[in-house]
């Protein structure tokens, strides 16, 4: 075998590198977990909700609100006469249970017409589709995250008299897929301005920062909901 | 009357919503789009039973397009032009909360743009911003085009900016609009590459020493004074070598297509040659180390043109001058295999130039710069010197590249796979050929092409691999297991664990012709193993790899060749 670290100095120095390099790589991590914690705590809210389930109809309604979502920041972007979107999805749940057993959504599409100063919303839910008129942002604000008779399932899917959980998330400006791959697409920049080959281990191209801020959403919020009994109701009675 | 331009998209739309049928297509479709695309893990979809909203009468109509410069307005609901509406928020036709329950009748809102403002930018020329979207004066501006959402992307791409928004506000008269880019700019001053790590060297005499440490970084300003050009530095740092590179990019040369780059090195460095027991014949006497220096100096720089030649592809032409200055013994001797063989240091003793032509294809698909998840990175390569233009060494390298990243279906793994195949005919100079530490992981890599060891590759296999220190033909054939352990949006981006395994060769001329006496059959094959396990961290700051291969490197595998080197 060959005979290394015969001098104790050069061992000694091997050593102390070896330590510093390992210390620098445990404090990276550390950053990272805690990076992490600040993260996973906002990252999930529970919001308040209301089930409504229809025996007359064998359907299930969902009541949610998320008002506080819509902050000053976003409120100020609502009138810039370009397109908002806020998307609600959920998945209903037994309680205690991941599987979901049926899923639901809405989507509010705010334009500000800027000629008319006066706000379009656009609602889509399954099945249906709304659209109004209105001059204030508390009126987009009701219509938009104030979600009231929600179709959430059906009686196919949902098991009478159980107890239920709703979680999902509100997405601001989601970004398709499709033009994800686009944007990262261009963002990308072939790190071709120097030599293919190996050994210029410097000058690796940077390649833009903020390919990796670029998420599904604008803004994103999850959210779950706490355990909760349908309250039952009846459709033709009313 | 002439229809203005309107997005595929908008065109698509009205298409649709010609018919009742058309109508419950894209509600149907709209709905579906969004569930699926909100959340694809969700295992059941709700029946589209009609709800409390469905079945009324659409109150807004759609109109088509006009090039006269008023909105698309919905006719039953919108003000009057020159009503009071326009001006203020007591709009005598729209209650504050008038509501209609409609069908799934999309409003095209459709403006003139009277042009384009940037704010907020201090030191980003507005013409830089410009450069990034394709609206200008005259143009119909439909809100809906996903050309707004991809510009501001593109912006926000650039790394100029901390935040980009887009808004549009009234224009001098009815359907004209401005389109306003608010911009926040960000510190422009990126951290491209840290490298550190321990290496083993020699000293002045050749003869071997404690480890050392050595050191690189690369720092640039991505946004030079505002014009987009990028101007970057590096240094390298080892005992006694220096390395210093300065680059320019300019992403659109004269606001053209072209991308123009340059740049300038220095190196004051140092090779180690010899396997074993080295003898030398220097202007000092005859000596015998344990290797022979070659010591060098290098001053030149490249000029380059390149070109997109599509979203994924671009070509690159660069010329390089350079100016060597080399010293090193006048005769010098060493062990390969059983025998004693002189020493080819493959550099031109004194000063030389060098002049090089170089053509680069890059093909990149990648879905990420740092931790890609799938796509191609692909790159051909050719250079020749050009030894009519004063050139000493004459020479010609072909080079081909290829990356593919697979994206596992369990838990986001990913695997790669790499290949890599050169050579290299003439005489080139030792600094631009094939060094096995540019393929083993268990040595440290050239940085800013200056070497900080002098140790010769494992010999996992045990073949006359431990002979070859710098070769005219190469190959790599790697692949790479990524495990996801982080995801974030703040400062840290992403932490993946991986593991990289591999096999290479690295070989001369004359490992082919005349292999090293000692070694027979596969063992004259110089192939050898390589491998890494580390982190690779993206974040705010730039990437970064802690790896492991380097320190691993020191463990002693078959250091031995049959001339007794290491």
Not at chain 1, 168 to 191: D, F, H, T, Y
Not at chain 2, 278 to 283: A, E, G, I, S, Y
Request: glycine share 8%; with cysteine.
């Amino acid at each position: 075998m060959v005979n290394r670290g015969s001098n104790p100095k050069s061992s000694w120095r091997f050593w102390l590198t070896a330590l510093v390099s390992l210390a620098l790589a445990m404090a990276c991590l550390l950053c990272a977990g805690r990076a992490d914690a600040e993260e996973s705590s906002s990252e999930v809210v529970t919001r308040d909700a209301h089930f409504d389930w229809d025996a007359d109809a064998g359907l299930l309604y969902l009541d949610l609100s998320f008002r506080d979502l819509i902050d000053a920041t976003l409120q100020s972007k609502l009138s810039r006469g370009l397109p908002t979107t806020i998307v609600l999805t959920a998945t209903v749940s037994h309680a205690g249970s991941t599987r979901p057993l049926s899923t639901t959504a809405q989507t509010c599409k705010v334009t500000w017409h800027v000629w008319e100063e006066a706000y379009l919303v656009e609602v889509i839910r399954p099945g249906s589709s709304r659209q109004s008129w209105t001059t204030t942002t508390e009126g987009v604000i009701r219509r938009c995250t104030e979600v009231r008779h929600l179709l959430a399932g059906d009686a196919l899917q949902i098991p009478a008299g159980v107890t239920l959980v709703a979680a999902g998330k509100i997405q601001v400006n989601p970004v398709s897929a499709e033009l994800l791959q686009k944007i990262k697409r261009w963002v990308m920049r072939p790190s071709a301005t120097g030599t293919a080959a190996p050994g210029d281990a410097l000058f690796s191209t940077f390649t833009g920062l903020f390919l990796q801020r670029i998420g599904d959403a604008e803004r994103q919020q999850k959210f779950t909901t706490r355990v909760l009994v349908p309250t039952i109701i009846h459709s033709r009675s009313q | 009357m002439q229809r203005p331009r309107g997005s595929a998209s908008s065109r698509n739309r009205r298409a649709l919503v010609s018919s009742p049928v058309g109508r419950g297509f894209e509600l149907a479709s709209a709905a579906l789009t969004l569930l699926l695309a909100a959340q694809s893990a969700f295992a059941e979809s709700v029946p589209a039973s009609p709800g409390p909203d469905s079945g009324a009468a659409p109150a807004v109509a759609t109109g088509d397009a006009s090039p006269a410069p008023e909105p698309l307005a919905p006719e039953p609901l919108a003000p009057a032009p020159g009503s009071s509406a326009a001006s203020g928020r007591d709009c005598p036709c729209l209650g504050p909360e008038l509501e209609t329950r409609a069908g799934p009748t999309p409003l095209a809102v459709r403006y003139t743009l009277e042009g384009v403002e940037v704010r907020g930018n201090t030191r980003t020329r507005a013409h830089v911003v410009l450069r990034y979207v394709p609206f200008k004066q005259g143009d119909v501006f439909d809100v809906d085009d996903p050309e707004v959402e991809l510009s501001r992307y593109r912006l926000l791409g650039t790394g100029f900016f901390r935040d980009v928004q887009f808004s549009l506000r009234k224009g001098s008269s009815r359907g004209w609009v401005v389109l306003v880019i608010d911009v926040v700019e960000r510190p422009t001053i990126v951290l491209n590459d840290v490298r550190m790590g321990i290496s083993a060297d020699a000293d002045t005499q050749g003869n071997r020493r404690p480890l050392t440490a050595y050191a690189g970084v690369d720092v640039a300003e991505t946004n030079l004074l505002g014009t987009g050009i990028t101007l970057g530095s590096a240094m390298a740092v080892a005992q006694d070598q220096l390395a210093l590179r300065v680059r320019f990019l300019d992403p659109t040369f004269l606001g053209s297509s072209w991308m123009t780059s340059g740049t300038l090195l220095y190196n004051d460095a140092r090779d180690f040659f010899g396997n074993a027991a080295v003898l030398k014949d220097d202007p000092s006497g005859n000596s015998s180390s344990e290797s022979a220096l070659v010591s060098y100096k290098r001053f030149g720089g490249s000029v380059g043109v390149g070109r997109d030649l599509s979203i994924a592809t671009q070509f690159w032409l660069n010329y390089r001058l350079e100016s060597i200055d080399a010293s090193y013994p006048l005769e010098a001797s060493h062990m390969r295999g059983f025998r004693t063989e002189p020493i080819d240091f493959d550099v031109v003793r004194g000063h030389s130039v060098l002049s090089t032509l170089r053509a680069t294809l890059d093909h990149d698909t990648r879905d990420h710069p740092f931790l890609p998840t799938r796509g191609w990175h692909a790159a051909v390569t050719a250079e020749v010197g050009l030894l009519p233009v004063a050139s000493d060494y004459e020479y010609q390298r072909i080079e081909v590249e290829a990356s593919h990243w697979w994206h596992l279906p369990w838990h986001d793994h990913v695997l790669r796979l790499e290949l890599f195949a050169g050579a290299i005919s003439g005489d080139a100079p030792f600094f631009e050929q094939y060094y096995v530490g540019d393929f083993s992981d268990f040595l440290p890599s050239r940085v800013l092409g200056v070497n900080f060891d002098r140790r010769p590759a494992p010999n996992f296999l045990n073949t006359d691999i431990v002979e070859v220190r710098y070769g005219k033909y190469a190959f790599k054939l790697a692949t790479e297991y990524r495990i996801p352990l982080f995801r974030g949006h703040r400062s840290i981006y992403g932490i993946d664990l991986f593991a990289s395994a591999g096999i290479y060769g690295v070989a001369g001329s004359r490992d082919i012709t005349s292999p090293p006496v000692g070694y027979s059959g596969w063992s004259r094959v110089p192939v050898d193993l390589t491998g890494n396990v580390g982190f690779r961290m993206d974040t705010s700051a730039g990437g970064f790899v802690f790896a492991f291969s380097n320190v691993l490197g020191f463990i002693p595998v078959r250091g031995k060749g049959p001339a007794g080197g290491q």
